[in-house]
């Protein structure tokens, strides 16, 4: 090959076919795979495969969606079904697309040593897995996804390499000691040759985005690059993808994973920020989980209860400044002025449930009202909700931490590492062997779950969240401006209400074991119960709420334990009935059109409908709605 300057090599070679297997020889020392290889079909330590990138898309009118409309599910491709590829996700599209997902998270895809990995030990940043199917897999799946309808975004790692079959260092200086990260070397993003560097991993993320039509990107963890220099790599990396986009005439955008706190990640440049789209909130998720839990280990020592959830749900971040007990430093800076659109948040991940001693799910910790609650806590919030994959049913099996390294000393140092960490946890006990295939395997989804019981009802409650965030204006719309929330400590309640300009929603979430009586200051008006934890449709012992009730500046509500109520209120120009007590005018009578218990949400009673402002309204009929019956079809 021929030196073409700054470190670069360049040869022309005829008549290669796709399938063929090469090696690069180093100064004639040592034969190693393609650093930006396509494909490793016998490893990481294999030869690299030339392909065919050629792919016949049929997402020609893809252009992407609005931020806005995001609803993250993200999945691991390995345990989400029992063949672990590409192609075997495809036959779930349609469920996920009825339940409201909109946009699919998957995991890091880069090739790692074995079968059986997270993704974040990746050491071929440009091949995908070949475990999952490889690119031209991948090339179908994300086809398959536009045309359902959903966004695909990729989880990609640029803060570390993995420690298996990592060769970059043979080929220049990828690599610096001036800084550490948990995970082994920092890549050299600041030092003597780190402008090909950045280009290495840069041209890594528009490769995403053009060859394999990517619409997002997750940038693992970006708290731990560092970048000295006066433009980073982080910023020209924001550029080079926000200009690929408009080049494209496509939403694509970036979303970085970081633990600081800090709002200028997602500030736009002219402002002194990074202006990447979106921001995970982790003091979200924290929050959340204690009120549910009750757990006060490791950083959950620095979350408390109520205040702590609705200041969240009032800025964003908790920690704006504060001192945290468990950094002990002041942590974060203030968010409040930062859109709703550019916060995620969940009620479960990879990382809150996999960096578990035993990668124990919500579903195994909480009740099955607890779980509802989670949902209508997550899913009526104005941020961009991420679900994890089986979070909707309540899946039982774990996700746990599993590897399939080759090097003995290194499988001994991830088992040696996993200790540690849950030590400063607190945790005590036995964890799962990372390296056992048995760890592997019971980690993976039991779809059968989905069908009956609980599962089911759970799933259909998510769905019917999903509806209502997508079709009710108030809160389609995200917007912090348009939100008031009112905690109330004592008894552990949260009252938050939304508003546009055509209506309003209000919603209550109970954290708490026992029934509770809430006088709550609720602007005059009619309000109709649009959705209730406690009804026997979502397997509660019936709704305490009337279907309609009448406030004249305060209501007294009436809560069970871990439920969560919805109401909605029309106003003058707009008066929209939900589907609890939606009533036709049948030859003067008023008819009430309720569901089956256990039934799954019915659409055609489900959709509001509008009565002018002059209509004649019959008076309330002030009855509980516990005595569901079958669905009925609307009139027109």
Same mark, same amino acid.
């Given at each position: ?79 989400? *079904? ?93 690599? *610096? ?460």
């Amino acid at each position: 090959m021929e030196a073409v300057g700054d470190g670069y090599f360049h040869a022309v070679v005829e008549d290669i076919a796709a399938g063929a297997l090469y090696r690069y020889r180093l100064n004639e020392e040592k034969e190693r795979p393609d650093p930006a290889s396509r494909y490793q079909p016998q490893g990481v330590h294999g030869p690299s495969q030339i392909i065919d990138r050629r792919f016949s898309w049929k997402d020609s009118g893809w252009r992407g969606l609005p931020l806005e409309s995001y609803v993250l599910y993200e999945l691991h491709v390995g345990t989400f *079904t029992a063949q672990g590829t590409f192609d075997a996700i495809t036959p779930r599209l349609t469920t996920l697309k009825d339940l409201g997902v909109t946009a699919i998270e998957l995991m890091p895809l880069a090739q790692y040593s074995g079968d059986r990995n997270w993704g974040y030990d990746g050491v071929y940043a440009y091949a995908v897995q070949a475990s999952y199917g490889g690119p031209l897999a991948l090339k179908a799946f994300v086809n398959a996804c536009h045309q359902h309808g959903i966004a695909v975004v990729l989880d990609v790692v640029y803060n570390h390499v993995g420690p298996e079959g990592n060769y970059l260092a043979d080929f220049g200086p990828y690599f *610096t000691d001036l800084y550490r990260t948990p995970w082994g070397q920092a890549i050299n993003f600041d030092e003597a040759g780190s402008d090909e560097v950045r280009r290495y991993f840069i041209e890594n993320a528009l490769q995403w985005i053009t060859d394999f039509h990517v619409d997002a990107l997750r940038l693992d963890a970006i708290h731990a690059i560092v970048d000295l220099s006066s433009r980073t790599f982080l910023e020209e990396l924001r550029a080079a993808v926000h200009s690929k986009a408009k080049e494209l005439d496509r939403d694509v955008y970036l979303f970085p994973e970081s633990n600081r706190n800090d709002a200028r990640v997602v500030c736009a440049p002219g402002a002194g920020g990074w202006g990447f789209d979106a921001v995970w909130n982790d003091d979200f998720h924290h929050s959340l989980h204690v009120l549910l839990t009750g757990e006060r280990d490791g950083y959950y020592e620095d979350f408390s209860g109520i205040d702590d959830l609705a200041s969240c749900y009032r800025e964003g971040f908790l920690y704006a400044g504060q001192y945290s007990k468990y950094r002990q430093r002041r942590h974060g800076n203030s968010s409040k002025q930062i859109p709703a659109k550019r916060f995620i948040v969940c009620a479960q991940n990879h990382d809150q449930v996999g960096n578990r001693r035993v990668g124990d799910r919500l579903a195994q910790l909480v009740s099955f009202e607890q779980l509802k609650l989670a949902a209508g806590t997550l899913l009526l919030s104005p941020y961009l909700p991420l679900l994890f994959m089986g979070e909707e049913y309540g899946e039982s099996a774990p996700f746990q931490y599993f590897v399939s390294h080759g090097d003995p000393s290194l499988i001994e140092a991830v088992r040696r590492g996993r200790r540690e960490e849950f030590a400063r946890f607190g945790w005590i006990g036995e964890i799962p062997d990372p390296q056992s295939e048995a760890t592997f395997l019971g980690c993976k989804l039991n779809w059968d779950l989905q069908s009956g019981g609980n599962h089911r009802v759970l799933w259909h409650f998510y769905q019917e969240l999903l509806r209502l965030r997508r079709e009710v204006s108030p809160l389609a719309k995200l917007d912090k401006d348009a939100l008031e929330v009112t905690p109330f400590t004592r008894q552990k309640a949260l009252l938050v209400r939304r508003w546009d300009s055509s209506s309003q929603i209000l919603f209550v979430c109970h954290f708490d074991g026992f029934p509770i009586e809430l006088r709550s200051p609720i602007p005059p008006g009619r309000w109709h119960r649009a959705l209730d934890s406690e009804d026997e449709r979502w397997g509660g012992k019936g709704s305490q709420a009337l279907a309609v009730l009448e406030s004249q500046g305060e209501l007294q509500l009436s809560l069970g334990p871990w439920a969560v109520l919805v109401l909605a209120q029309a106003t003058e120009s707009d008066k929209t009935l939900t589907a609890v007590e939606r009533s036709t005018q049948k030859k003067g009578k008023r008819e009430v059109l309720r569901s089956g218990i256990g039934a799954p949400p019915c659409r055609d009673i489900s959709v509001a409908i509008r009565v002018s402002s002059d209509s004649h309204l019959p008076n309330i009929l002030r009855v509980f709605g516990t005595s569901p019956g079958p669905c009925k079809e609307s009139e027109k």
